[in-house]
């Protein structure tokens, strides 16, 4: 059964007029805005599109990169594709019967994987849901997954503020990807075609952004898991931040929630756990073992925060199959007991399956063999 789509309101008339206007005064005239016009993010693309020379009338052939490219892209992106893959599919359950689907790229804006209800009989769709067609800034201008890359922000961009005359047909929402090791390794775009606005779609990849690098820094060789919030507030959903440490108290990974609240910057990753919590590693390690709930635990900075500590009982217990009776069973049949039996013990809850085995929820289900979207 599907959702009519709801004709234009006043609003959103009011809003395709005032981005009209805002192409003849910034694009066509060259004239400085009187007032805000423009999201500031779409403004700042614009001015780099215009600095760069381009043409709104120029039309876009929205090429490929090379087929050495593109598999290099491809190749460096396999913990990404792994990580996106449950999550994908759960986020187009959510824009069902919307027209919009997903994109994912890596860092440098070239298409990995797409993923939705791409019309392949109507160019506008099959031209940019491509693997390999490079939709970054430079290439095609003012897009979600331009501005996302260079603004290193979740944006959202409809119909004519795409910089383009061509792109002016689409309306996308977009997050960037943080990685483990606090870099940027990519971005989610979520599009549709001459479509009814959906603004709350960026609240939508922001959140899907966050799961995505949950799974990537849970997916980092571990011992110990923090899960950091503020005190008062509670733990165990996508929101918390996640340090992973091996068991000398190197970190190993950190998601961006976990870096925001620890002040680390983009980019930077911090080595030991020492320099980050103004207690001795002993502690969370001594936490973990015995399944103490969260501790309040000063910065160096003088901040607190309330930290969650977790061994990865799936390393543990990997380990021991390694070394111990049952060392001829291939790891991934042990890693995938371990996990259905922890599902078991939660009566078929994931989510808390998920935090007694020190993993993210999109784990458990790409462990149990969640179908892979094509």
Known sequence: MTTPQSPPTVP???????????????????????QPLLAPWVERSWRRCLDLGFEPQRHIAFDAV???????????SQPLLRAAAPVIQSLSRAMAH?????????????VIDVNGPVDR??????????????????????TAIGTTLAEL????????????????VYSCAGAPIWGPDGRCVGMLDLTGVNVVEQPALKHLVTQSARSIENALALGRPHRLLLCLNWPGRVHGDDSDGL???????????????????????????????????????????????????A?????????????????????????????????????????????????????????????ALGISRATVYRKLGARQPR
């Open 12 to 34: 959103q008339q009011h809003r395709l007029a005032l981005i009209e206007r805002a192409r003849r005064t910034l694009l066509k005239d060259h004239a400085p805005a009187t």
């Open 66 to 76: 090379s087929d050495q490219a593109m598999t290099r892209a491809i190749e460096a």
């Open 98 to 110: 919307t027209r919009y689907f997903a994109i994912l790229t890596d860092a440098q804006g070239v």
């Open 121 to 142: 009989h109507d160019p506008l769709a099959a031209n940019i849901a491509r693997v390999g067609v490079d939709l970054s800034e430079r290439a095609v201008g003012t």
């Open 153 to 168: 922000q979740p944006v959202w961009l409809h119909r004519g503020e795409h910089f383009y005359d061509d792109t002016s």
């Open 243 to 293: 340090v992973c440490l091996d068991g000398e108290g190197q970190v190993t990974a950190l998601n961006r929630p976990a870096a925001d609240m620890l002040g680390i910057a983009p980019g930077m990753a911090p080595d030991h756990c020492d320099d980050l919590f103004a207690v001795p590693m002993q502690t969370f390690f001594d936490a973990a073992r015995a399944q103490r709930g």
């Open 295 to 355: 501790l309040e635990v000063p910065l160096w900075s003088g901040l607190r925060l309330s930290v969650l500590a977790r061994m990865n009982r799936t390393s543990e217990h990997s380990m021991a199959a390694i070394h111990g009776p049952s060392h001829g069973v291939p790891l991934k049949d042990v890693e995938t007991a371990l996990i259905r039996k922890a599902v078991e013990d939660a009566r078929g809850n994931v989510m808390e399956a998920a935090r």
